[in-house]
């Protein structure tokens, strides 16, 4: 149970952490930020404060319910804004992206590229369509685990939310400090890298046109968040646990697919995964401490 008689929930004090620690990071590499972007990125985290100072604000003058929850969900939300945001950050500390070294990992590991061979393999309207529809499921199904586990258990959902958020926080800092594009960008023509043939992928290449960069790729939060989320399922959610696994395995298939990333990326995504959740869950331990 989360103590009331906290100033800051745990999922407000992670995002702090990560706001302060990347403002140190922009301040130090002010001038090799990409785009000039380092006062716009400071902003908007001085944005990011006032929205959690107000909603704490608010929420000591009433102290509802759906204020607490909001502010211990709230903050999950800013992963939209925080993903892209690396794309500026990514270049501070090795000018180049490392790419070239991943592929090369790549081809020694499994002797082809199989981002190019395996939708080469499947060219078909209805798999690439799938493929898609699964990648696309994933933003749809981190907020669909949230809402389940909110109206079972709120202390639950608000840990788990907590444990998505302190992992995503810590792909990013791998993603700024590592930068690769993945094989959508650095090999292919982004929009060429598959054929729009469907719904699905016009909707992807939609929403890739809003939020996507090239950056990102090593490894593969996509898998890695696949994995804790379908964790923390295991743990509170059994039922929906086997209604999305399908799903996962698919997503899991899709990123390699529709060329977002290398198969090594799939591998590190799955190796990385246990790591960040347990020290996600040791975080939410000592900030959770009455």
């Avoid at 990347?22 to 985290?45: D, H, K, P, Q």
């Avoid at 190019?116 to 699964?134: G, K, Q």
């Avoid at 958020?165 to 594009?181: N, R």
Wanted: hydrophobic share 50%.
């Amino acid at each position: 149970m989360l103590s009331k008689c906290k100033k800051f929930y745990p999922i407000e004090i992670i995002t702090l952490v990560y706001v302060l620690l990347t403002a140190l990071y922009i301040v130090a590499f002010w001038g090799s930020i990409r785009e000039n972007a380092a006062a716009t990125l400071l902003c908007m985290r001085l944005a990011m404060i006032g929205v959690m100072a107000g909603l704490y604000v608010w929420n000591q003058c009433g102290s509802r319910q759906t204020l607490t929850t909001l502010r211990n969900v709230l903050p999950l939300a800013f992963i939209i804004y925080f993903y892209p945001e690396t794309y500026y950050l990514n270049q501070c500390i090795f000018s180049h992206c490392l790419d070239e070294t991943v592929i090369h990992i790549d081809r020694q590991l499994f002797g082809c590229s199989l981002s190019t061979l395996f939708s080469e393999a499947a060219p078909y309207a209805w798999f690439n369509e799938l493929m898609n529809f699964a990648y696309l499921s994933y933003f749809f199904t981190i907020l669909a685990v949230i809402l389940y586990l909110l109206f079972y258990n709120k202390d639950k959902a608000y840990r788990s939310a907590f444990i998505l958020l302190c992992s995503f926080f810590i792909y990013y800092i791998l993603f700024i400090l590592f930068p690769t594009e993945g094989p959508q960008f650095y090999e292919f023509n982004y929009h060429e890298a598959l054929p729009a043939l469907g719904p699905m992928r016009k909707l992807l290449l939609f929403f890739h046109s809003i939020g996507e960069r090239p950056t990102g790729a090593v490894p593969c939060s996509h898998v890695g968040i696949m994995v804790i989320y379908m964790c923390l399922l295991w743990q509170y959610g059994r039922r929906l646990f086997w209604w999305i696994l399908p799903l996962s395995v698919l997503l899991a298939l899709s990123t390699v697919y529709i060329r977002a990333h290398y198969a090594v990326d799939v591998l590190l995504g799955l190796a990385s995964a246990p790591l960040i959740y347990c020290l996600s869950c040791w975080c939410w331990k000592k900030l959770n401490l009455s």
